[in-house]
């Protein structure tokens, strides 16, 4: 891959960080749909890039590849700002009408977002019409039980949210809360999305890709290690949590850490249920594997984000 | 691999210079990031080097950015 990939130009891929998901705005006609809103912190920029990318044309609506955080942050701002409809994978519908905090895993991660309603809901097999080319929607269980991918099948495009990433997929929640079974129902997504003939990824976070084979043999390589190794899993999980709460807070007190650890639920089940270890060894072992990585270092009391 | 994005997920368009206040980048660069030749990345990415300078900011680590 030595340049961008080449997509429509009814096809804007606004390529976001680790906080916020991509953003990917379909155009047609003067009308326009948006894939995935980002964080709720990001809002504001979400707004402004989204109005850019509509160029005068009337933001339609807005649909989710799934419930967490840093896709759905920006819904209830386009909402305001656009007049958007919002729809969302059929699966979370409850979550969200109650605003479950838990379900939507706001409470169980310490993640913030602001509420809103959805007006109408998609399920695997239904189609839409979005950027002038049709979409079908594809159950992705595994990150979220509940997460679509969109697949359009003349270009061989998959918007694959966090089922896959060109390297790796996202958190396996439902594994690590030992809620339901993450790995095997990962393990049949990527079968699923494996059988489809796919030149371009345009995965939640990072560029769009076209290496797919490549791509699914990492995620495959990646599963069969937590498979094996169930606290290998858990520790990425909860490294990959506190670097989003470190991106999102900037610094944590590390005198804090301990109890954040023990009073945030998936670190505690994480820790619980994988790992065994006393709340201050957690820590110890966190702060040591971040600076490492090269995401966080230690300032006087707090840790702070490279 | 095409020249990495320089967002460091501190996405907030400053009022004042018009620039993201992580990355330095208009967002009108930011909106054609991805769909931008690595010719016009790396336009853009002198650019963000001088606006930094201007702010009195450290240079953007060459680094793929935390990766979760
Ligand atoms: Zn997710």
């Known amino acids: ?306 | 691999m095409s020249v990495a994005s320089p967002c460091i997920n501190i996405c907030h368009m400053s009022p004042d210079t018009g620039w993201c206040e992580g990355c330095q980048r208009n967002i009108d660069e930011i909106t054609r990031w991805s769909r931008a030749s690595d010719a016009d990345r790396h336009q853009i990415l002198l650019a963000v080097a001088d606006r930094r300078e201007l702010l009195g900011l450290a240079p953007l680590a060459q680094s793929e950015g935390a990766r979760v």
């Open chain 1, 1 to 306: 891959m030595s340049a961008a990939l080449h997509f429509p130009a009814s096809l804007q891929v606004f390529e976001r960080g680790w906080l916020s998901a991509n953003n990917i705005l379909l155009t047609d006609g003067d009308e326009a749909t948006l894939i995935d809103s980002g964080y709720f912190s990001h809002a504001g920029q979400t707004v402004e890039l989204v109005r850019v990318g509509l160029d005068g044309r009337k933001l339609r609506r807005l649909i989710n590849t799934h419930s967490h955080s840093d896709h759905i942050g920006g819904n209830a701002a386009l909402q305001r700002s656009f007049g958007c409809s919002i729809t969302i994978p059929a699966g979370m519908a409850d979550a969200v009408a109650n605003w479950d905090e838990d379900a939507l895993l706001l409470r169980t991660a310490a993640q913030k977002c602001e509420r809103f309603a959805a007006t109408s809901l998609l399920q695997g097999g239904d189609r839409f019409v979005a950027g002038e080319l049709e979409w079908q929607a594809i159950a992705v269980p595994g990150h979220d039980m509940d997460a679509l991918a969109y697949y359009n099948v003349e270009r061989r495009i998959l918007i694959s949210g966090d089922a896959l990433w060109r390297d790796g997929f996202g958190i396996l929640f439902a594994e690590v809360l030992g809620s339901g079974d993450g790995l095997g129902e990962a393990r049949r997504t990527l079968e699923a999305i494996g059988r489809l003939a796919v030149d371009a990824v345009i995965p939640g976070h990072g560029a769009p890709f076209s290496d797919f084979d490549e791509a699914l043999e990492r995620a495959f390589a990646r599963l069969r290690a937590f498979e094996d190794d169930g606290a290998r899993m858990a520790r990425n999980a909860i490294r990959a949590c506190v670097t989003f709460a470190l991106l999102d807070a900037r610094r944590m007190s590390l005198d804090e850490l301990p109890q954040y650890l023990a009073e945030t639920p998936l670190y505690r089940e994480a820790n619980a249920r994988f790992l065994g270890l006393g709340v201050d060894a957690l820590a110890d072992w966190l702060i040591s594997d971040l600076e490492r990585a090269g995401v966080a270092h230690r300032e006087g009391t707090e840790l702070v984000a490279s």
